[in-house]
């Protein structure tokens, strides 16, 4: 089943190289760079939709209190703050569907552009959907005296491989720290639910590049270089300037929470105030006109009338 979405990403991979001067690398970045930025408007969604279960957790709470022994009325009541928040519970659970045979797809093509063995060179060939790409078989696998096919650890590859696995720790957790600001950048840590919240994102924040580190150091080096190309994408895409120009770009919105309506009309209404209080200070003037003192100029009807 995979397959279906595998082998066109490896096809694309593989013309890519073909295209960037027989530089697997490169493919690798580039094609990268493209799904991350393809796949923003879900990410960016799914962000948004997290914000906001986040901005309702503390109202939820209380409603968790109050109908505690009322299981029916609690139901009702949080479809209500749903519907109040313009929330759909299941809305951040879509785009990740959505991306994951997506990334699925990306990474497994990465895996079999690098084939070492003769098996995997001939399983290359197979996936490929464009004929006469599989004349580029085997693809060149050395990069900056690394192996992308092996694990960068000695004696598969030079010492200084091992900056990768520290350069993916490292992207991983800015990416992380950049996407979780976003999220809890309205949340009060010295509540209770925002507390819990912002200790889960610390510790996820934590574990999830240590983990990914450990990734790197048993995956073959162009994974490493996929990790850390998706990781800096990442962060590129949420660096608040950037986001504002993609957001526009994919008619992103940045959710409800970030729009004070009530302040905002008041704002406009004392905006308008002054403005039609202006323009009647202006038109009275007008209006009234100003009085000629030169002699000979003849005086209007209006002018008559109220000097009468």
């Known amino acids: 089943m995979w397959d279906i979405f595998i082998n066109p990403v490896v096809t694309l991979l593989t013309w890519l190289y073909a295209l960037l001067g027989n530089n697997v690398v490169l493919a690798i970045i580039f094609l990268t760079f493209v799904f991350r930025l393809l796949t923003y408007p879900l990410f960016a969604r799914q962000q948004n939709s997290t914000k906001q279960m986040q901005e309702m957790q503390p109202e939820l709470k209380k409603l968790q209190e109050k109908y505690k022994d009322d299981k029916e009325k609690l139901n009702q009541a949080t479809m209500e703050l749903y519907s109040k928040y313009g929330v759909n519970p299941l809305a951040g659970c879509l785009p990740v569907f959505i991306q994951f045979p997506i990334i699925i797809a990306l990474y497994q093509a990465v895996i079999f552009a690098l084939a070492a063995t003769p098996d995997q060179l001939v399983d290359l060939s197979e996936r490929l959907i464009v004929p006469g790409l599989d004349q580029l078989i085997p693809l060149q696998s050395v990069w900056l005296g690394m192996d992308l096919t092996q694990p960068p650890t000695p004696p598969l590859n030079p010492t200084y491989a091992l900056i990768l696995p520290a350069l993916v720790m490292l992207t991983q957790w800015l990416s992380f720290r950049m996407t979780m600001s976003r999220s809890n950048a309205n949340q009060d840590d010295d509540n209770n639910s925002g507390g819990q919240a912002a200790a889960m994102s610390r510790s996820m924040g934590t574990v999830m590049p240590v983990m990914f580190g450990i990734f790197a150091l048993s995956f073959s080096v162009g994974i490493s270089i996929y990790f850390i190309t998706s990781s800096v994408v990442s962060i590129v895409q949420y660096y608040p300037p950037f986001k ?12 409800p929470s970030d ?7 008041l704002e406009a209404a004392k905006k308008g105030s002054r403005g039609l209080g202006d323009t009647g200070g202006k038109g009275g003037g007008k209006g009234g006109g100003k009085p000629s003192n030169k002699a000979g100029k003849p005086s209007t009807g209006k002018t008559s009338r109220s000097k009468s």
């Open 244 to 255: 504002r120009v993609l957001d526009r770009i994919f008619r992103v919105s940045s959710g």
């Open 259 to 265: 729009e004070k309506p009530d302040t905002i009309s």
